[in-house]
């Protein structure tokens, strides 16, 4: 998604025109905000330019974001495989489909580190009393079941589209508009998994066990050994590499990273 392809850089602009061959899609839009929630400019259709108003209220970014995840998947082929992911949280260390593990009518979700979401404690959430019954996010908090993040999602075309449709017909019934119900709507569906064809694979990756991996907070990555300082990489649990790191830009990331440039800088003589 970019604001305005006016804004950019000829150069850059000319880039993405290049590549709209091999599959590139781009919105051209302006995110209309209002007050911290977001409505999104429609279009009719490609030929008049013409806009539609959104039939939806004011709501949280993440929410407009699976709305452009679906328009852009409905440009690929049936077959193709997609990864949906928050591009400002991520970090490619190598190429996510190098590798054949993402079979045909595959999807895949993600778990967040227990230090960073956890259904113990989430009651008081509007978004999850309004999605799960009560006694459900009590039975899930006992259990400790993961927390899936909305984050990403990784599959193929049909399954995501199918997922995305669930997502939003669940932000429709339950009028789930506004902070946490990305996080909530997305675990309601996949916890209950109803309406998916038999035929579908339908994996769920505990965190740091898998092609994309949720960073903890820094402070596990360090008590865990999870960067490698020497080869500058994160790896799983495992010990392998991870393709795509999420939450790259927390803070306490890039505070770290910041502190590594600085002292770096110092040995160096000009």
Same mark, same amino acid.
């Given at each position: ?5 006016? !804004?950019?850089?000829? #150069? *850059?602009?000319?880039?993405l025109r290049k590549h709209i061959d091999h599959g590139l ?12 929630? !977001? ?27 699976? $709305? ?15 990864? %949906?992911? #928050?591009?400002?949280? %991520? &970090? ?5 489909? %190098? ?14 580190h227990a230090v960073e979401k956890k259904f113990k404690g989430?009651?008081?959430? $509007? ?26 999602? *990784? ?7 199918? &997922? ?15 902070? &946490?119900? #990305? !996080? ?5 569906? !996949? ?67 910041? %502190? ?9 003589? &000009?």
């Open positions: 998604h970019v604001k305005k392809l006016d !804004w950019l850089p000829k #150069d *850059f602009v000319e880039f899609v781009v919105y051209d839009g302006l995110l209309q905000s209002v007050d911290d929630a !977001w409505v999104l400019p429609v279009y009719n259709n490609n030929t008049s330019r013409e806009f539609v108003t959104d039939h939806r209220p004011p709501r949280i970014r993440r929410l407009v974001y699976f $709305e452009l995840y679906l328009a852009w998947s409905r440009q690929y082929a049936s077959t193709t495989r997609i990864l %949906a992911i #928050d591009g400002e949280q %991520a &970090f490619f260390q190598s190429n996510p489909f %190098a590798g054949k593990e993402c079979n045909s009518l595959e999807f895949n979700v993600y778990s967040e989430m009651e008081e959430y $509007e978004a999850l009393r309004i999605t799960f019954p009560r006694d459900h996010l009590k039975r899930m908090s006992e259990l400790k079941n993961p927390v899936i993040t909305p984050a990403v999602l *990784f599959g193929h075309r049909e399954t995501i589209d199918q &997922f995305i449709v669930q997502m939003l017909d669940s932000m429709d019934r339950l009028k789930c508009y506004f902070w &946490f119900c #990305d !996080w909530a709507i997305i675990n309601h569906i !996949w916890l209950r998994q109803e309406g998916f064809p038999i035929s579908y694979q339908l994996r769920h990756h505990l965190q740091g066990h898998h092609q994309v991996h949720p960073l903890p907070r820094f402070g596990v990555i360090e008590l865990k050994g999870l960067y490698d300082e020497e080869k500058k990489v994160f790896r799983n649990w495992d010990n392998s590499t991870s393709p795509v790191i999420l939450n790259y830009f927390q803070d306490e990331v890039q505070d770290y990273f910041n %502190a590594k440039a600085e002292a770096f800088l110092k040995e160096l003589k &000009f």
